[in-house]
């Protein structure tokens, strides 16, 4: 079985729990307290050096961090992860895309807003928005265009992209404000097997 080492309210964490159930592969979940230190535990860190969650075992025990190379690892040879070469050029160009230029706007400022005992940051939450209201209004243009962010179909490209921009609300961005977004947010909802960020922790079975 796979676990997850992961914090309920991390959207990189939800994405690898969402992306293993799509797949039908059981894992558990195991809740790391980022805000109580517990990824910089000797523990934490002789299996991830870089004290981030999520973490991924595999039933192998192999361990896997990043999680969007976990999307990847785990979608190889499924219809998560298209064949051709400039399919998987663009899935791949959307996955560094959200790391870079989205995650850390939309994701961030929902952290500082969502964990208030961390910290006032407002003066970084407004520093950031500028680079959120640019990731989301170039997806608007993409998903007016495409039902989904490569192709004709559902992939880990969706799955990274949707972790946090399905609560983007929760950052300072109202999500009414993108159409094509908010279709293509119910879009992904509306897949097999979806769960949500909230039951992801349900998954605690030995």
């Known amino acids: 079985m796979y676990q997850l080492y992961d914090y309920p309210t991390s959207g990189n964490g939800y994405k690898v729990a969402l ?39 595999t ?13 990847l690892y785990l979608a190889e040879g499924t219809p998560f992860l298209p064949t051709s070469r400039e399919a998987r050029f663009e ?13 850390p706007y939309i994701a961030t400022s929902r952290f500082w ?9 407002q003066d970084k939450i407004a520093e950031r928005r500028p680079g959120g ?43 009414a404000d993108y159409p094509a977004v908010s279709a293509w947010v119910a879009r992904v909802a509306a897949q097999p097997r979806h769960i949500t960020i909230e039951e992801k922790t349900n998954f605690t079975g030995t």
């Open 19 to 57: 992306l293993l159930h799509q797949l039908d592969l059981s894992f558990r979940y195991l809740e790391t307290d980022i805000l109580a230190g517990e990824a910089q535990s000797p523990a934490f860190l002789a299996r991830n050096p870089n004290g981030k969650i999520p973490v991924l075992i």
């Open 59 to 71: 039933p192998e025990e192999r361990v896997l961090s990043e999680s969007n190379a976990i999307l």
């Open 91 to 103: 899935v791949n160009q959307w996955l560094f895309w959200e790391q870079y230029s989205h995650e």
């Open 113 to 121: 807003l969502h964990h208030p005992q961390s910290g006032s940051f």
């Open 133 to 175: 209201l640019k990731a989301l209004a170039m997806m608007e243009n993409h998903l007016a265009k495409n039902d989904f962010m490569v192709g004709d179909g559902y992939s880990v490209a969706d799955i990274a992209l949707y972790a946090y921009t399905h609560k983007a609300d929760e950052g300072g961005f109202a999500l």
